[in-house]
């Protein structure tokens, strides 16, 4: 990873001028590969003054994308950041605002303080560091507790719930804010490339798992590789009922903040790029499937209708009826569209499991001209193999596979 501090200054100058004067800066760390991060990330401590005072320091989190032409020409990074940008610009301030309007308690925060953001050959965002108020990330090799679960879910649901009560009650406003909210539109509607690297890592796991489970249930798992395309495309003509999604519901994209019994009693939701329109659906199965237990996967309808409760109880405290996606509607969405999280297990369960070394670099990838970036081997087979069953199991015991 490259660091100029020069330029990491000019950033921070510019992002943090309304916060902080004549800033000094100390770099104090950075994301590691396997982090799975779209970007560079450096923790930086900054010295300054404050605008109409004495001397005054922030901690912050330097979010750029990375420092090579190959990988900006190969990847989509403007797109993404792009995306990120307009998220913590327009999307949430405008949630905020509405939750605000409408004297909500315990409303939906759950992002990090965004201090600024910058375009040009390095596109970036400049944030707060959860880390120094206390927040960590959960260890990505091991499923979340259901505390951890839960505390997610809420959030989800009420995230959710702010797209829901926004459309019903300020439709225009809605339309305008999301109309245009689509990043797959912008990334192009054509050829998908994850659909290779996913019939690859399915075959992958089908063998990874053969003696583990019954022929019968790893031959509705194979045929997962044949409905790729169609699923996408079910996801892309979804006409259902949609709302603004995080996009990217793994591991690595929820830092906790635990009580003195190491309880998780706030979570800050982190890496917006892919967020859009869609069904809620996806984020759910994309997050249930990729860190919930197999004790809590074997439960997945308490799960489930957690979730829309507190979907339901938020929509009403705006002001909006709970029959906006009444429950019947919600499970039969999720028989449709749930394949979606189980399908991206295929390669989110190999980044989880992975040691540092084993986990894919995608800029020197890009650079060696090899886009394949996760057809790698993970040498802690059993993890694997333990995790991956229990989420086979899980979907075809509930005949959503």
Request: aromatic residues 12%.
């Amino acid at each position: 990873m490259n660091y100029n501090e020069s330029e990491l200054k000019s950033w921070l100058d510019s992002c943090l001028k309304k916060n902080l004067l004549e800033i000094r800066v100390t770099l104090v760390g950075h994301s590691a590969k396997g982090d799975g991060y779209m970007g560079d990330i450096f923790f930086v401590h900054v010295d300054g003054k404050a605008p109409h005072g004495g001397p005054q320091t922030l901690d912050v989190a330097v979010k750029c994308s990375k420092d090579s032409d190959v990988l900006r020409k190969f990847s989509p990074m403007k797109i993404f950041f792009r995306n990120e940008k307009y998220f913590y610009e327009r999307v949430f301030p405008t949630f905020v605002q509405f939750q605000t309007n409408r004297g909500v308690k315990n409303a939906f925060g759950g992002v990090p303080k965004c201090y600024g953001t910058l375009s040009g050959d390095r596109d970036v965002l400049v944030f707060e560091n959860l880390a120094k108020r206390g927040f960590q990330l959960w260890d990505r090799k091991r499923p979340m507790t259901r505390g951890h679960v839960e505390l997610v879910l809420r959030e989800y649901a009420k995230f959710h719930a702010i797209s829901g009560a926004l459309q019903d009650q300020e439709a225009e406003k809605f339309g305008e804010l999301v109309g245009h909210y689509d990043i797959f539109r912008d990334l192009g509607r054509g050829e998908n490339p994850m659909v290779d690297a996913l019939k690859n890592a399915i075959d992958e796991m089908g063998d990874l798992l053969k003696n583990e489970l019954e022929e019968w249930v790893l031959d509705k798992w194979r045929k997962l590789k044949n409905d790729c395309e169609t699923i996408f495309q079910d996801l892309m003509s979804f006409q259902g009922f949609k709302v603004v999604t995080h996009g990217d519901c793994w591991n690595n994209n929820f830092l906790f903040y635990c009580d003195e019994r190491n309880n998780p009693i706030k979570v800050s939701i982190i890496d917006w790029q892919i967020s859009r329109l869609a069904s809620p659906i996806l984020d759910l199965s994309h997050f249930i499937f990729s860190c919930t237990s197999e004790n809590d996967l074997n439960d997945l309808t308490n799960i489930l209708e957690y979730y829309h409760k507190c979907f339901s109880d938020f929509l009403t405290q705006m002001g909006s009826s709970e029959n906006l996606y009444p429950k019947t509607q919600f499970f039969e969405d999720w028989k449709k569209l749930s394949k979606f999280g189980i399908m991206l297990t295929s390669i989110v369960m190999k980044i989880c499991t992975a040691e540092m070394e084993e986990a894919p670099d995608l800029a020197k990838s890009a650079e060696n001209g090899d886009l394949k970036v996760f057809q790698f081997e993970v040498g802690n087979k059993k993890l694997l193999r333990q995790r991956m069953r229990a989420i086979v199991r899980c979907a075809s015991q509930n005949e959503l596979i």
